[in-house]
């Protein structure tokens, strides 16, 4: 990744395996990390934002109702340096936003907290036959929550805010929706508001940058058919650095542009300002630096149809 000459790395959550309620074993989880001499050479190579999924959290697939949500919060914000004055050291939830660049060049970054507010998830029945892997379904209950009420309400004022491209950050998926492991689809009301407010707010230039699965893939939602928010919504899946191979080459989804890549990978995002029509450029790596696929996407294809 050093090779790539990063200006920025993006850790978007299980950057450490700690699925536990101890905070002795998850600041020792840390410090592993934190030990690590590629770790070490990155930090002082790039700067490093991150949010958590589940297993940095504290618990697989874990919600609002782990009970140490509040201590884990503390760790992740001591490991990665979050600053006394951050607005995180005085509200629940990891979510945070920044904006890199000029005028006319800016790229804001929403890192979303997908665990700390998180509601129940529908379970698949015992003994029931899907044609999808995995162990949950649509929920109906639209009182769960994905981001929670603070959480919504904040990234309606992110997305109000001046940025020529917007990385909007979520650890789980939020376009694939075949398969049954966590994504944004488990919980559909939320997945329906979260297109509805990018459609309200007139946000343009969004990209949604998704891990979790193990897998890499690119998928797209087009926009006038299914989000309308007037243009098309790409979410690049990039999982894990170490630990890929999870999924199979024919799982389901209906969005995916090309293949899935099963191995060791790491994502990868580029904007050529000089161009006249800047192009995001996004790829997926392996863990050799061989790219296993790109995708080019004007920025004027990220805007709302004008008049």
């Known amino acids: 990744m050093i090779a ?125 036959r899907y044609d999808f892997p995995g162990h949950y379904v649509p929920s109906t209950d639209t009182n769960s929550s994905m981001l929670g009420a603070a959480q919504w309400t904040w990234l309606e004022t992110q997305l109000r805010q001046p940025a020529e491209v917007r990385l909007l950050v979520s650890s789980i998926q ?38 979790d699965r193990h897998l890499a893939e690119l998928s797209r939602l087009d926009g006038d058919a299914a989000n309308g928010i007037g243009y098309p919504l790409y979410d690049l899946t990039s999982s894990g650095l170490n630990r890929g191979g999870g999924g199979s080459p024919n799982e389901p989804n209906r969005h995916r542009i090309g293949r899935n890549f099963l191995r060791n990978n790491f994502g990868k995002i580029t904007i050529d300002w000089a161009a006249d029509d800047p192009v995001i450029t996004l790829q997926v790596l392996d863990d050799t630096g061989v790219s296993a696929f790109r995708y080019d996407i004007r920025l004027s294809d990220l805007r709302h149809p004008r008049p």
Request: aromatic share 12%.
């Open 4 to 128: 790539q000459n990063p200006q920025l790395f993006l850790f978007i959550g299980d950057n450490i395996y700690a699925d536990t309620e101890d905070m002795t074993v998850m600041r020792a989880k840390y410090a592993q990390l934190e030990a690590q001499p590629g770790y070490q050479q990155l930090r002082a190579h790039t700067p490093v934002l991150a949010t958590w999924d589940d297993h940095d959290y504290g618990v697989n697939d874990g919600g609002g109702e782990y009970p140490m949500r509040a201590e884990s919060q503390r760790a992740f914000m001591d490991f990665y340096d979050v600053p006394g004055s951050s607005p995180m050291r005085s509200r629940p939830g990891v979510y945070a936003a920044y904006v890199f660049g000029p005028k006319g060049q800016r790229v804001q970054v929403i890192l979303l907290d997908t665990r700390y507010f998180r509601g129940p998830l529908a379970r698949r029945p015992e003994g029931a």
């Open 174 to 211: 939020v376009i694939a929706e075949d398969h049954g492991w966590e994504k944004w689809a488990n919980l559909p009301h939320e997945r329906t508001r979260l297109l509805k407010l990018l459609r309200k707010t007139g946000a343009e230039g969004v990209v949604i940058l998704s891990g």
